[in-house]
Structure formats: structure tokens, C-alpha cells
């Protein structure tokens, strides 16, 4: 009778205690989960370009090149005081080259990106057109670690390599993208012609293109075409382009300033004719025109009149 009295009053006290264990907390979503993972830092890379005199030079081509993904390259220009940025970039080591007309190379390799960090990395040109970046002859090795990949469609071994793809992104100088870019891929060595056009988010892809170095050309409306002389196609991981364009026209006077002002020329019919005398000034009112040999009398002249003057 005791036992059956004492069972129930036991009872209750079990059944809270499982009510009083907390459930276990839900798992994140998939997607949540993976964009936490997936999560990385990046660092910058700006600088300025400048010649000898450290005057800065606007308006030209500043390739990054990544040591870690040789396909990887991206494009920008400098602006009107000379100045470039490259954001949102992975950890490793960079080279950063600087194409000019009229220049020798301009070239900083090794940059050791460690984000957050902002690395500053200024390019000072020396004139000599002879070593130009721009002036580099087709199939010439170029500076960087691309310089090592294949110069053609074939490899060291004679045989043609696989075919890869070559992709990439524009955006115009506010960051946004860039629809309706033309791009074409024009092999350095012979063969066939690459063309296509960005998509409304900017990005384009070629396929089968075979690994080697070509010259790309960007034209888009309303932007300066883009002449990149040297690029090479990686045989394994091909190329990946990301480009910034450039507003048409570059202008390069100093912003506040106002331009100079260039005097108009005359008329052709108030020009004078060759060799014609300058014409007289006018007689004031109420003067009647003297001969330029007569000397003028004032009326109350105490001085005689000449001998032979009319009326003497």
C-alpha cells in the first residue's frame, strides 16, 4: 500500500525533469553555412605613376598579374593624378606592370598582399621608347611569371594543347558593370580570331581558345579603346580578365581650372591687303583736315604771315 502511494508521487518529479531539458538549437541553412565558409579577406594595391621628373602620368594601362593563379589579370588606368587601384584581392604575391607609349618598363613584382593591409606601390617611368611595354615586339617575352607559358598553340613537346576558356568582367569607372563590350582576341602568331560581347552583368565568355599570347582589344561607346599588345592565355587555368574602363574623352586638365583661353582671329575683310598704306585716323568734328606739310596757325598768332600766303 506504501509502495503504490510513494509511485505516483515519484512520477511527476521524471516527467519534469525531461520537460526541463532545453532542445537542442536548430543547424544554420546550408546557404548561411557556406557563405560563412566561404567568407574571405582581401587586400589592396594603389599607387601612383610617374616619370623622372615626378610628374604624374594620367591615362595609362596598369596590369596586375597573380603569381598564385597565373590565368588571373586584371586591367585599370590612371586617373588625372596618376593614381590606380586594385581592391578586393586574394592573399598571395603580385606583379604590377605599366604600359606607356614612349617609356621604358615599368614593373613591381613580388607584392606580398596580406589582408586587410593596403600595400602602396609607385611606378616611376624613365622615357626611352626603344623598351617601351607598348613597343614590344609580338611574341617577345614580357616581364612576370607569364612570361614562362607557352608562346603558341603548342607545348615544348610539339603537341597542340587542350583548348581553354577565357572569361572576365568590365565595369565602367563608377564599379558598375558594362554591357555590350566588345572583345577580340587576336593570336600573336597566326590563327584564328577570338570575338564576343559582355552580358548585362558585365561578364563575357570565350571557349575553346588555344593557350598562348594574343593581343585584346576593348572598344566599347563612350570609353577609350583598350589595347592590351601582350596577354597570355595559360594552357591550364586560361585567363581570367576583369577590366575597368575609361571615360571618353581622358581629360587631362587639372580639375578647378578653367582652360585657356585662345584669342579669335579677324574677319578676312578687316584684314588689310598686303602692302597697303595704313589708312588715316578721322578729323575730330568741327576740324577740317590739314595738309601733312602745312603747319597749323592758331587764329591769335602774333607771328607775321609768310611771305607768299594768300592774303598778304
Known sequence: MLAAVLMPLAAPSVRGEEAAAPPPPPAPPADQAGAAAGRQRTGKISGTVTDATRRVLAGLLVKLESRVDPGMLRVTCTDLKGQYRFKDLPPGLYDVHVEADGFGPGSKEQIDVRPPFQNIVDVVLARGAAGSAA?????APGPGPAASTAAGSEGA??????????????VNPGGEPEL????????????????TFS???????IPDVAPGRYRVLVRSAGHVTIDLKSVDVHPVNGLNLSLALVDFPLNTRPRGTRPQEMPRPLPATLLPSPGAA???????????PAAPDDPIVPPDDPRPAQEGAPGS
Open 135 to 139: 613597343a614590344r615586339a609580338p611574341g
Open 180 to 195: 555590350e563590350v566588345s572583345v577580340l582576341l587576336v593570336p600573336t602568331e597566326g590563327g584564328g580570331l577570338h570575338q
Open 157 to 170: 613537346s610539339g603537341v597542340d594543347e587542350a583548348p581553354v576558356v577565357v572569361r572576365g568582367r568590365f
Open 278 to 288: 595704313p589708312a588715316p585716323s578721322p578729323a575730330s568734328p568741327g576740324q577740317s
Open 199 to 205: 552580358a548585362d552583368d558585365g561578364t563575357f565568355v
